[in-house]
């Protein structure tokens, strides 16, 4: 039996590179910035599977902001973003200032293909 080795991330994010190219590109409706990556795959892949005509997408809070409303039953897409934490300082508890550190954190939000919104009404 052969032993399977995975390609690397960078290998993998060039393929739904190559994949997404041809396609219309997944954006936020209200910055206007494409999603990257496995954003740009997950979405546009959630867009087929569900027949979305619109390639645009927003949280829910955005949403409320241009007085949209989430359609009752639609499921959100999960993206993910890292962040940088810089902690400048730490106290220690025999009160010395300490030098802090840089943390990565990764994050994420809902988002909703505009056409899982309709006006609200009220």
Known sequence: ?????IP???IIEKIINLI??????QKNKISGKNYAGHNQANLTSAKIFNKFKSNEWLTFLQARDINLKIKKGSHGIAIFKGYKHEILEI???NGEIKEGNLHYMLGYH???NLDQTEPFKG
């Open 1 to 5: 039996m052969e032993n399977l080795q």
């Open 20 to 25: 997404t190219y041809k396609m219309k590109k």
């Open 8 to 10: 690397p991330i960078y």
């Open 110 to 112: 809902k988002v909703f």
């Open 91 to 93: 106290k220690a508890d």
